[in-house]
C-alpha cells in the first residue's frame, strides 16, 4: 500500500524516519555502502521528499494479518455451526442458510481490533514530552493502580471505585474497532501515567467520537492532560477523518473544563444532576469541537 511521506524525525539511535500519511514510519538510513540514501542527511533532501510516495510495509502487514483474522474467524463459525448442526459441509447438505447465519452472527469487530493492537507499538503518537501508544491488556494491572485511586476516579465518570480485580481486564476486553485508547507513556521510562482515547460512533451519518482523558494524581498540574488531548483531537481529525469531536465533564471539574477548552472545544451545554458517580449527584458540562472550526 502506497502512503506519502509527511515529515522525517530522528529516532533514539539518530537514524532519520520517515512519517507517513498513514501514521506508521520507515527507517530511511543512509549507510553506505549498503543503503545509499545522502540526501537524508540533508534539510533540503528531506524536504524534497515529502509528499513522495513509499510502499508502507505496515499497511500491507496490517492489511494481511486483518484479512488472516478474519478469514479464521468465519471459517470457525461455520465449522462450529456444521458441528452443531451434526452436518458434514455446504456441498453434503445444500444448507447454506445454516452458515450464512453463522457468518452472520460472527461479531468481527472484536476479531479486527485484535489484528489490528499493534504489539509493537507501531501507531503511537508522539507529543513533546509524552508518547501514546495503543494500549494492550498487560496494562490491566497498572490501569488499576493509577484508576484505583479515588482522587482520579472521583473525578471521572467511567472509572469505578473501589477499582476491583478483573474490572480493568473486562474494560480492556471490551474495547472494539471503534475504541482508539492509548497509554500515555513517558518516553524515557516508558513508564505509564495514564489513559486516553477516542471512541468512535455515528451521529446522524456524521463521523464523530468522544474524548476522554485521565493521569495519575502525580502526574496532575503539568501540562500533560492538554498534551494529551491536544495530540488526540489532532489524531481524530488527521488520522481517523472524523468530522467532529465530543466531551463531558463534571461541572466541579475545572482542570478538565480548561483542558478542553485549550484543545480548542467549544462549550455547548449544561445538566444538572446528569448522572449518579460514586454515591453523589453530579452536573455536567457538554463540549464539541468540529473539524471544520479548527481550519477557520
Ligand atoms: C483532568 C486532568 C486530565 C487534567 O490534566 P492535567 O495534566 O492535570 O492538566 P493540565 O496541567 O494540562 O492543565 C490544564 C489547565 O487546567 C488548569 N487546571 C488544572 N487543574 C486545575 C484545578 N484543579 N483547578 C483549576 N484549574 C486547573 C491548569 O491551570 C491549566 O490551565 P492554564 O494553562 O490556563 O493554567 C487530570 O487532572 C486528571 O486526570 N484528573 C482526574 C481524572 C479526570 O478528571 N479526568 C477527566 C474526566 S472528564
Known sequence: MRHKITGFHLDRENHWVADLE??????????????VRPWVLTEEGRRSRVGVELDCKRCDETGRAVAEAVREALKN??????????????CAEGRWELALDALGATDLLPVIRRALTPERGDVAIETPRLILRPILPE??????RLA?????????????????????????ASLDARSHVFTLCLPE??????VAGLVEDAQGGSRTAELSYWLGRAYWGQGLGTEAAQALVRYGFERL???????NCFSRNPGSRRVLEKAGFRHVGHEARALRHLGQDEDLEFFVLERSARSR
Open 148 to 172: 484505583g485511586d479515588r482522587e482520579v476516579a472521583a473525578n471521572a465518570a467511567g472509572i469505578p471505585h473501589p477499582f476491583e480485580d478483573g474490572m480493568a481486564e473486562a474494560w480492556l
Open 22 to 35: 498513514c501514521g506508521h514510519r520507515q527507517h530511511m538510513r543512509h549507510d553506505p555502502p549498503w543503503t
Open 189 to 194: 521510562s516508558g513508564e505509564v501515567i495514564g
Open 139 to 144: 496494562d490491566a494491572g497498572t490501569v488499576q
Open 241 to 247: 477523518g472524523l468530522e467532529s469531536l465530543r466531551a
Open 77 to 90: 463459525a461455520a465449522d462450529t455451526a456444521y458441528e452443531e448442526g451434526g452436518l458434514s459441509g455446504l
